[in-house]
């Protein structure tokens, strides 16, 4: 694969919010002393992190097209499962260098440029088609975690994660974090000292859920199907509230997970859920977003925000003031800080929650909850109707603040073009 090295993308690290560093002004021919320096702007440690994955990221080879993927992964599919042999699907040594291939030949360059905005997402396993996916159906979920493009997937975050977090600037432990990033990720590493376990909550990741497994592993809850409002505070441990000596000792030896989701599904789904139901944001933030972005918005009792009021209120918001709805996961968990031994998906939350029970050992009886009969998914077909009835400056400039979010978790750039929003 041919290697073509392409200078850092400047235009993505100087959006809104995360200034570009200033450049000297040329020397004149006639004159040998070097020319005066301004010191740059100050930078927020977002965007310097932001700054810093993107330039190394700039620097991998041309990335293989989409169709090179697909004839790729298809044709590892009819190979690997010999004739006659039974059990999972068994990833030969030929598929295993073809995700060392694309992880370092840069994949994540071809998401951060929106080359993969077209690739359709995984098929979901058989196990967790509709509303199944619990514990029982083994079948299913043993097909979930062989199957070829998933490990493909997985192989591909995992070197993308080490790459970017390998960075010489890059934080390596929390203790390097500063003292707000550190408080606001130790607040949502969630403790089970019982099963030896930290789980990093992403609100709009199926937290919720999560949360009710927490209680009923720690027996504050009797079932995870109990009907009651979630408390988010009590019967919970939280990390930030131990000692650093408990902190370091557990970051050390338990295991580790999170679940991840494509950022802007996340963001509609917070806008949705906050806006259009939730009276307390909509007093809090509402109020304020349609005042501040709507002519003669005063009399407004914010439950009738818009999608594009919304986007602009995130544009002008610092990232580490933001609620932790709309907080990009990488400022809420610190994948580089700390070394999480799992990355679920939500659009595999069954199948990647069902490995998760498993790996810790917890009781045969306890399963991953059902869908809520009230909750309103975002479908497909919901996120094209926002996205295309937004302004595409908006969605344009909004990206640097969740860019390590799409290219961490291999997530493509939302598709806004005419051709696509034609559809």
């Known amino acids: 694969m041919a290697a073509a090295f392409l200078p850092p993308p400047a235009a993505v690290t100087a959006g809104r919010g995360c200034p570009a560093s200033p450049r000297a002004p040329a020397a004149s021919r006639h004159s040998f002393s070097p020319p005066p320096l301004s010191p740059p702007p100050p930078r927020s440690p977002a965007c310097g992190a932001e700054a810093r994955a993107l330039s190394s990221l700039a620097m991998l080879p041309r990335p293989p097209f989409p169709g090179e993927v ?23 040594p030929s598929m295993l260098m073809f995700g060392v291939i694309l992880a370092s030949s840069g994949l994540l360059l071809m998401i951060e440029k929106g080359i993969l905005a077209e690739v359709k997402p995984l098929h979901p396993a058989a196990g967790e088609r509709g509303h199944g996916g619990g514990r029982g159906h083994g079948a299913g979920e043993e097909e979930a975690h062989g199957d070829l493009e998933y490990e493909v997937l997985q192989d591909i975050r995992n070197r993308t994660i080490r790459a970017v977090c390998g960075q010489r600037a890059m934080p390596r432990s929390v203790w390097e974090l500063p003292v707000g990033q550190r408080r606001t990720v130790l607040r949502h590493l969630l403790v089970s000292d019982k099963y030896r376990f930290l789980y990093c909550y992403v609100p709009k990741v199926a937290c919720s859920n999560w949360k009710r497994i927490l209680k009923v592993l720690d027996g504050a809850l009797e079932s995870v199907d109990v009907k009651l409002k979630m408390d988010h505070k009590s019967d919970l441990v939280f990390l930030g509230d131990m000692k650093p000596e408990e902190i370091s ?10 679940f991840v989701r494509n950022p802007m599904e996340r963001l509609l ?18 109020v304020e ?11 407004s009792a914010g439950d009738d925000v818009t999608f594009s009021e919304f986007l602009r209120y995130l544009l002008d918001e610092e990232v580490e003031r933001m609620n932790e709805h709309w907080m990009p996961i990488y400022n809420l968990c610190q994948p580089c800080a700390v070394r999480y031994d799992f990355i679920g998906s939500y659009e595999r939350l069954h199948a990647d929650a069902d ?13 991953f909850p059902e869908r809520q009969a009230w909750y309103k998914p975002v479908t497909a077909e919901t996120l094209h109707y926002y996205l295309c009835n937004s302004q595409r400056r908006l969605i344009k400039e909004l990206l640097p603040k969740y860019i390590l979010d799409f290219s961490l978790f291999a997530y493509p750039l939302p598709n806004i073009t005419s051709e696509f929003c034609r559809q």
Not at 290 to 297: I, L, S
């Open 70 to 92: 697909r004839r790729a992964v298809a044709a590892g599919r009819s190979r690997s499962r010999p004739r006659g042999a039974g059990g999972g699907t068994v990833l030969l």
């Open 249 to 258: 000792y557990r970051l050390k030896n338990y295991f580790k997970f999170i």
């Open 269 to 286: 789904s917070a806008y949705r859920n906050k806006f259009g139901e939730i009276k307390e944001y909509q007093q809090k933030y509402g």
């Open 289 to 299: 977003i349609v005042r501040r972005y709507r002519k003669n918005g005063g009399n």
């Open 355 to 367: 490995h998760v029970l498993r790996r810790v050992h917890s009781p045969s009886f306890i399963r």
